[in-house]
């Protein structure tokens, strides 16, 4: 257990993604591609019973991209109403801490966290494209 809290923070969301479910998608017509964000911030503020939850999609058991979806406060299901043509059946990892953590946690990680980090060895050199 690692005593860096943003290191610790990852390795349980690694460690749920074993076993997270995937987020059924329900059509929404006015949601975009790759706006997971805005598009259940609308839905919510537009449909009552419905609130935001954040969260990471975790590809590949290392991979965590910031993801939000959203759950019907009658009977606690989540739906994501964000558009994927791609058909992807992703874990979704619930963050259950503030969403002022979230947003610190998502700062500069829009293309996703990388989890661990790949530190180069001396027999693994840092590739340069």
């Known amino acids: 257990m690692s005593n860096?809290?943003?290191t610790a923070y990852f390795d349980d969301v690694?460690?749920?993604?074993?076993?997270?479910?995937?987020?059924?998608?329900?059509?929404?017509?006015?949601a975009g591609p790759a706006k997971c964000h805005q598009n259940c911030e609308a839905f919510a503020?537009?449909?009552?019973?419905?609130?935001?939850?954040r969260g990471w999609l975790v590809i590949g058991g290392h991979l965590c991209i910031r993801h939000s979806v959203l759950r019907?406060?009658?009977?606690?299901?989540?739906i994501d109403v964000t558009p994927d043509?791609?058909?992807s059946r992703i874990p979704f990892v619930e963050h259950r801490r503030s969403d002022a953590d979230f947003?610190?946690?998502?700062s500069g990680r829009d293309g996703g966290y990388l989890h661990p980090q790949?530190?180069?060895?001396?027999?693994?050199?840092?590739?340069h494209f």
């Not at 019907?72 to 989540?78: E, I």
């Open 4 to 6: 860096d809290p943003t």
């Open 118 to 127: 790949y530190l180069p060895t001396p027999l693994q050199p840092r590739q």
């Open 85 to 87: 043509p791609s058909g």
């Open 14 to 30: 690694i460690a749920q993604a074993a076993t997270a479910p995937v987020i059924h998608r329900q059509l929404w017509v006015e």
């Open 72 to 78: 019907n406060t009658a009977n606690g299901s989540l």
């Open 103 to 106: 947003q610190i946690l998502r």
């Open 45 to 53: 503020k537009r449909f009552e019973g419905y609130a935001v939850v």
